[in-house]
T-cell receptor
């Protein structure tokens, strides 16, 4: 069964540094998402992406965050200047149809630790 | 804005028994989808079951079934014949007119051997 893959599985970064989290969505999917889960808390929506542009973003997704689909297969989340509170598990998800008509499939996540 | 509430932070069940996890949601939309995701200690997010709001019939997937009460905005998950591998955090989630999933706070399920 096709999978969403995320790299790295764990990223440790100094506060203030830039970090890029990478995702390879399922190949025929068109809708891409990033979510975040701070340890012990619920999963929170960050951003959705379709047709090479952001379709929706949450309050968390401020100017420090950006997303890109650089080459038609990868989908990246960049945090420009990381803060301690950015420490979390970051999940990428993709789906072939929008609005729940097809379930979102999640990657295994990247654990981001900010020191 | 849509909200999803899971009022049971923790539940436990004897192996082979049945357990029901509760979820309520608030929305003004008429067309939406509801999901249960499982998150084992490895922290993957695994889809368990999906319900379309316009369908009256409750979704089932093997040992997993839901009790969807649209008027009450309730969407509970029943796990029959519980197995040790069912131990995980279970998240209820909503998807409506926009594309994002809105998650509840989760229920940690423990299976007692």
């Amino acid at each position: 069964e096709p999978e969403v893959t995320q790299t790295p599985s764990h990223q440790v970064t100094q506060m203030g540094q830039e970090v890029i989290l990478r995702c390879v969505p399922i190949s025929n999917h068109l809708y891409f998402y990033w979510y975040r889960q701070i340890l012990g808390q619920k999963v929170e929506f960050l951003v959705s992406f379709y047709n090479n542009e952001i379709s929706e973003k949450s309050e968390i997704f401020d100017d420090q965050f950006s997303v890109e689909r650089p080459d038609g297969s990868n989908f990246t989340l960049k945090i420009r200047s990381t803060k301690l509170e950015d420490s979390a598990m970051y999940f990428c998800a993709s789906s072939g149809l929008r609005q729940g008509k097809q379930p979102q499939h999640f990657g295994d996540g990247t654990r981001l630790s900010i020191l | 804005a849509q909200t999803v509430t899971q009022s049971q932070p923790e539940m436990s069940v004897q192996e082979a028994e049945t357990v029901t996890l509760s979820c309520t949601y608030d929305t003004s939309e008429s067309d939406y989808y509801l999901f249960w995701y499982k998150q084992p200690p490895s922290r993957q997010m695994i889809l368990v079951i999906r319900q379309e709001a316009y369908k009256q019939q409750n979704a089932t997937e093997n040992r997993f079934s839901v009790n969807f009460q649209k008027a009450a905005k309730s969407f509970s998950l029943k796990i029959s014949d519980s197995q040790l591998g069912d131990a995980a955090m279970y998240f209820c989630a909503y998807s409506g007119g926009n594309e994002k999933l809105t998650f509840g706070t989760g229920t940690r399920l423990t299976i007692i051997p």
